[in-house]
């Protein structure tokens, strides 16, 4: 019945913050949308960002930063990416190590967001 995922929406406590890490350091687009909306477009994903005090309606029955557990495919092998992490003074919590991705074995490095949600940024294992 579910095909693939269009969007997840990420709770920021600090936009201008979350803003950066995602576009500056993760390489996502800032895509402005509707009556003030935000969203970070990456692949032929995106996240809706809501900033603290926005009332999306509909949402989440506890919207919280830092509650996220995420995983990207990176586009390019994982040594550019700890190159850019380590450019833009992110630290690497773990890593790099392998897991078992949705569909193959991954290569993988954790950091953390501004909201101190889990990003692991991963490629596939055989790509080493």
Do not use: W
Not at 6 to 16: G, K, M, N, P, S
Not at 34 to 60: C, M, S, T, W
Not at 85 to 99: A, F, M, S
């Amino acid at each position: 019945m579910i095909k693939s995922l269009d969007h997840v929406v990420l709770t920021t406590r600090a936009l201008d913050k979350c803003i950066a890490f995602y576009t500056e350091v993760l390489g996502m687009q800032l895509e402005r949308f509707g009556e003030g909306r935000i969203a970070l477009r990456f692949g032929e994903q995106k996240f809706n960002v809501h900033p603290p005090g926005y009332d999306a309606g509909i949402k989440a029955r506890h919207p919280t930063p830092g509650s996220l557990d995420l995983c990207f495919l990176a586009d390019c092998p994982l040594e550019q990416v700890i190159a850019r992490l380590k450019q833009h003074n992110i630290p690497i919590e773990e890593g790099p190590v392998r897991r078992t991705g949705a569909r193959f074995p991954i290569r993988s490095v954790y950091v953390r967001d501004p909201d101190d949600n889990l990003v692991e940024i991963s490629v596939p294992a055989e790509k080493t």
